[in-house]
């Protein structure tokens, strides 16, 4: 990362050891880190934080603190309704460490992962790169606040749009297929990542709407795709939770049919994490879109409470590892561990393996010789407006 791009976020240092949050600042401001605030505890730092011209991008925090430790930061902090991203700093054991992390993914932080003691400036580098990696920064986002009323206009409206993201094999870094990810084209503050509206559609009725707005606009642009003679598959997810409606794998085979699209070239991936209204109905639609011939991914597995019920219940062709688990595998032996284990667990059911997530090079060789099929992430490419894909997939190459 460029150290201009470091410059534009915003770090909150935490630490109750002088000699060591004055070090760490140092090799933070040496690799471009000029906006940085410090703390000498859990304390301050909360203080720092209720202050409204501080915007934090990135808290770095210590574990064991005498006044306030990390892990009641981590509470704190879910409490909150801005959130940095979050990063331990620490000299406490790999178990500890771990244990931190599950925590702070489960109050629905966005952690990067923890660094021991003292802090190498790469790692502290790699670890700005991981945060340029996803929100822009805090002080260039927009207060923007979506009620169910605008949602549900914006749909009829034909306001959300796609952007595409290449999947590639590991063998032969060809393109595997494309995932179709929703945007807003808000009118008034521009394009709008899914995090600000999911959320609502997933909580209400408009999940079932919306996501067959999409799967019709990721169709459509297949077909019109195989009319310029680009050809690849096209990932579409679907979440559990709008998984009600058991006319819906009929309505989706004539859509196919209509536009000439073969069912065997669309992925529907499920996510894990939703929750199904009724299981029995989420069984029959899941098991018929099978039948009809579309191919079932199971997506963000390891995330959810009975993965293996769902890959012994239902017909699933392909697994895709959630991020959690790969991204940092290389250097994280407990991730390495897991990603082995559910690499192999596909393979011994015969499906097809994709690992999601992926933005370095270490990551990429880790997962080649743990025999993965499929690659996504950063180090392949962003999401981007389909009219990007077809040159993009011209000039690819591995990295």
Request: net charge negative; proline share 5%; charged share 25%.
């Amino acid at each position: 990362m460029a150290e201009n791009a470091a410059s534009q976020y915003r770090v909150l240092l935490v630490d109750d050891d002088p000699f060591i949050r004055g070090l760490t600042a140092r090799l933070l401001k040496d690799i471009g880190c000029t906006d940085l605030v410090e703390a000498s505890g859990g304390r301050e730092a909360l203080a720092i934080l209720d202050m409204p011209e501080n915007l934090v991008d990135l808290l770095l925090c210590d574990l064991a603190m005498p006044d306030m430790d990390g892990i009641e930061i981590v509470r704190h902090l879910a409490k909150r309704n801005e959130r940095p991203a979050l990063a331990f700093l620490s000299g406490m054991e790999f178990g500890a460490l771990r244990a931190a992390e599950a925590l702070a993914r489960a109050y629905g932080l966005r952690i990067l992962g923890c660094l021991t003691k003292p802090a190498a400036k790469d790692a502290l580098r790699s670890l700005l790169e991981d945060l340029s990696n996803g929100d822009p920064p805090k002080a260039q986002i927009q207060d923007i606040h979506i009620t169910h009323d605008r949602l549900q206009r914006a749909i009829a409206a034909e306001e959300l749009c796609l952007y595409y993201q290449p999947k590639v094999g590991l063998e032969t870094a060809a393109l595997d297929s494309v995932e179709a990810l929703v945007r807003w084209n808000h009118p008034d503050h521009g394009l709008l990542g899914p995090d600000k509206f999911v959320g609502l559609a997933e909580s209400t009725s408009l999940i079932g709407p919306m996501t067959e707005a999409l799967v019709n606009l990721a169709f459509r642009q297949q077909a019109q795709w195989h009319a310029r003679g680009f050809h690849t598959h096209v990932a579409v997810n679907l979440s559990p939770s709008m998984l009600s409606d058991l006319s819906l794998p009929d309505r989706f085979t004539r859509l196919a049919s209509v536009l000439g699209l073969k069912p065997e070239n669309i992925v529907f991936e499920i996510t894990e994490t939703g929750v199904a209204k009724d299981e029995a109905i989420y069984l029959e639609i899941v098991t018929r879109l099978h039948l009809k011939g579309f191919v079932l991914s199971i997506d963000d597995f390891g995330t959810g409470q009975s993965s293996l019920q769902k890959l012994e219940a239902l017909p699933f062709a392909e697994l895709k590892v959630d991020r959690q688990f790969v991204h940092g595998a290389y250097k994280n032996s407990a991730k390495q561990a897991i990603l082995k284990a559910s690499l192999g667990l596909a393979k011994a059911l015969g499906m097809k393996t994709v690992a999601e997530g992926v933005e370095h090079r270490e990551d990429w060789d880790l997962l080649k010789t743990l025999k993965c099929d499929v690659v996504q992430g950063f180090i392949v490419a962003r999401p981007m407006p389909p009219a990007d894909v077809p040159s993009w997939a011209g000039s690819w190459r591995m990295p």
